[in-house]
């Protein structure tokens, strides 16, 4: 069975399903009995998540900020032309 550092190591693998058999099972019986590397692969996964998330979410209207920048591009591209 893996230690925790070892599944540390291959927590981004398991995520991402590119683990054999063997080192997922030796995975799994850590986690059965580490709460630590338990909370350490979810939290990985979360982040992962949310990664995916805000990569695909591009119907986000832009902020306030960015509007104004945008704004002030537009009265100078007119004024320029
Ligand atoms: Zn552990």
């Not at 990664?51 to 902020?63: L, N, Q, R, S, V």
């Amino acid at each position: 069975m893996y230690r925790c550092s070892e599944v540390a190591e291959r927590a981004s693998l398991l995520i991402d399903g590119e683990l054999g058999f063997l080192p997922r099972l030796n995975i799994r019986l850590h986690l059965a009995i580490c709460r630590g590397c338990r909370a350490f692969i979810e939290q990985m996964r979360i982040t992962r998540e949310l990664t995916a998330m805000a990569d695909t979410a591009d119907d986000i209207p832009p902020g306030e900020e960015i509007k104004a920048a945008l704004a002030q591009r537009q009265m100078q591209l007119k004024t320029k032309g």
